[in-house]
């Protein structure tokens, strides 16, 4: 099992920036493929990106391409998110999340897939 910590989030204007960190604690943080996703009042959770173990390969949700960048840091077993341009649309309790299995090499956008999970920060995007 992994920890996963949430920070970040925050109340901001559309077009501000903000920049998600999820530290991990816990199972060997550079072995799983991790991701962003997040959830609205009323709606489902979804899928924003996600980066695999080797950081080398990366997805995206077609609604933050080009907006969201997600990195990690596994010298300190940190995942991030820079969020650019950011809309009302985007606002959510964010969460990130490590994947079940070791060494995936497809980075899955589907919630069973991911074994642990943050308590989630709070994104508001306000127009």
């Known amino acids: 099992q992994v920890q996963l910590i949430e920070s970040g989030g925050g109340l901001v204007q559309a077009g501000d920036s903000l920049r998600l960190s999820c530290a991990a604690s816990?199972?060997?943080?550079?072995?799983?493929?991790m991701a962003w996703f997040r959830q609205a009042p009323g709606k489902e959770r979804e899928f924003v990106a996600g980066?695999?173990?080797?950081?080398?390969?990366?997805t995206y949700a077609d609604s933050v391409k080009g907006r969201f960048i997600i990195s990690r840091d596994n010298g300190v077993n940190t995942l991030f998110l820079q969020m650019n341009t950011l809309k009302p649309e985007d606002t959510a309790v964010y969460y990130c999340?490590?994947?079940?299995?070791?060494?995936?090499?497809?980075?899955?956008?589907?919630?069973?897939?991911?074994?642990?999970w943050g308590q989630g920060t709070q994104v508001t995007v306000s127009s």
């Open positions: 999340a490590a994947a079940r299995m070791q060494y995936m090499i497809v980075v899955s956008a589907t919630p069973r897939e991911y074994a642990d």
């Open positions: 816990g199972r060997t943080f550079s072995s799983y493929t």
């Open positions: 980066l695999d173990w080797s950081g080398g390969r990366t």
